[in-house]
C-alpha cells in the first residue's frame, strides 16, 4: 500500500520499546541525503519566521510561546504567527509570504494544509529561504528542506496498543468491539497516526478478535473536520443511536488526539453508557485529570518543550552554516521527495505511568498526585 508519508510497520511488539524504528521495507526507500537547504549561514540577528496553525490545542499555543522567547533568546529577531480562527490556510500562505518579503531565513511551518503552500514555499526556496517543516510535512514539493517532529507513525502504533491492551485488562477475552476516529483530512499526520494504529489493529480485526461495530473502517468515514470537538462529539452520538442502542457494549474507541477523546467521552456519558477504553494525544491537562480519574484511558506524551528545543538548534546550526541533526533520511516522502527528518520518540501515558512520564512537567506533574 502506498502512502504519501511511508513509514515501516513494526511489530506490535517493538510498539513498547518506544525507541525511534530503524527497519525500512521497501516502500520507505526514496532518493535523498541531505537537505537542499540554500543556508551558507547568516547573521545572528537575522529575522526566523514560525507559521502555525490556528490556536486549536494547547500545544499549538505553548508552540508559539516557546519559539518566541527562545529564538530572542538565541539572538534571532521572530515573527511567530498563527493561521485564523477559521484555519483556513489563505491566512497561513499570506502570513508566509509576508516573511519572505521582511527577509526571513529560516521559515518555520507548522502546515494548517499540507498540500496548498507548494507555491509559498517555492517563492522562500527561490529568495534563499530555508523552510523547516514542524510537525506536520508539507506535502507534494522539492522545496521543504527539513522535517522535525515526534514519530507520528509511532505514536499511531502506541495508541493502537493502548487500546488493546486498556480493553483487554477490563475484558480479558474478546472479541471486542470498537469505533474508530481519526484527525482532520487537511493535516497530513492524521493518515500517518492512523495508519500507525492500524498496523497494530488490523490484524487483529482480521482475525476476529476486534470488530468495529459500526463497519465504519474507511479514513474519510472517521475523519473529523478541523479537529474539532463539538465535530467528534456530533459523530459519537450518531454512532451511539444508530449502532448501539439496547445492550449491544462498546468496548474501545480509538481517539488520535485529546480534544476528540473528551468529545467522545462527553458523548458516550450523555448517553448513559459505560465508559470504554478511549485513547488520546498531545498530554492536555484537562485529559491527564480524565485518565488519573479513571475515565480516559491513555494519552500521548510528545514534549513541546523538546521539539521547538531541537527545532531552534536546527536554526542555530544553519546560521553557522552547518548541516543541522538528522537522524531519518528514509521515511517520510512528501510525494515529491524524501525529506531529511529529525524524529523525537513519543511516550504512552496511562494513570500507571503518569507520575513518572511528566515528573519534569511543572504544569502536569501536580495533577497527577
Request: charged share 20%.
Amino acid at each position: 500500500m502506498r502512502r504519501i508519508i511511508t513509514r515501516g510497520i513494526a511489530s506490535v511488539g517493538a510498539v513498547a520499546l518506544l525507541t525511534l524504528g530503524t527497519a525500512c521495507s521497501n516502500e520507505r526507500e526514496g532518493s535523498t541525503g541531505t537537505g537542499d537547504s540554500q543556508a551558507k549561514g547568516f547573521a545572528k540577528d537575522s529575522l526566523v519566521g514560525v507559521a502555525l496553525p490556528s490556536k486549536t490545542s494547547e500545544n499549538w499555543v505553548l508552540a508559539g510561546d516557546l519559539f518566541t522567547n527562545g529564538l530572542q533568546e538565541a539572538g534571532f529577531k521572530a515573527d511567530v504567527q498563527y493561521a485564523g480562527a477559521s484555519t483556513t490556510v489563505a491566512d497561513q500562505q499570506s502570513q508566509i509570504s509576508a516573511m519572505i518579503t521582511k527577509g526571513a531565513k529560516v521559515i518555520v511551518v507548522g502546515a494548517t494544509d499540507a498540500s496548498q503552500l507548494v507555491t509559498q514555499v517555492a517563492q522562500a526556496k527561490q529568495a534563499g529561504v530555508t523552510v523547516i517543516a514542524y510537525d506536520r510535512l508539507i506535502t507534494n514539493t522539492r522545496d521543504v528542506d527539513y522535517y522535525i517532529a515526534f514519530d507520528n507513525f509511532k505514536v499511531g502504533q502506541l495508541q493502537g496498543q493502548a487500546l488493546v491492551e486498556g480493553m483487554k485488562a477490563k475484558k480479558p477475552k474478546g472479541p471486542w468491539t470498537i469505533e474508530l476516529f481519526s484527525g482532520s483530512p487537511d493535516d497530513n499526520n492524521s493518515k500517518v497516526f492512523f495508519d500507525g494504529a492500524m498496523s497494530v489493529l488490523k490484524p487483529l480485526m482480521d482475525k476476529g478478535d476486534i470488530v468495529v461495530g459500526s463497519s465504519q473502517t474507511d479514513i474519510k468515514q472517521t475523519a473529523i473536520q478541523g479537529w474539532k470537538a463539538e465535530n467528534a462529539q456530533q459523530r459519537m452520538d450518531s454512532l451511539l443511536t444508530s449502532t448501539y442502542a439496547g445492550a449491544k457494549k462498546l468496548d474501545g474507541v480509538l481517539s488520535p488526539n485529546d480534544t476528540l477523546a473528551r468529545a467522545i467521552l462527553t458523548s458516550v456519558k450523555g448517553a448513559g453508557k459505560p465508559i470504554p477504553i478511549v485513547t488520546g494525544q498531545d498530554s492536555e491537562a484537562e485529559s491527564v485529570k480524565s485518565i488519573m480519574a479513571g475515565q480516559q484511558y491513555s494519552t500521548i506524551n510528545k514534549d513541546t518543550r523538546k521539539l521547538v528545543a531541537e527545532t531552534i538548534n536546527m536554526i542555530k546550526s544553519l546560521q553557522k552554516g552547518d548541516k543541522p541533526q538528522i537522524n531519518d533520511t528514509k521515511s517520510y516522502n512528501n510525494g515529491s521527495k524524501v525529506v531529511p527528518a529529525y524524529l523525537l520518540p513519543p511516550i504512552i501515558v496511562t494513570k500507571k505511568n503518569a507520575a513518572e512520564a511528566y515528573a519534569n512537567d511543572p504544569k502536569l506533574a501536580p495533577l497527577t498526585k
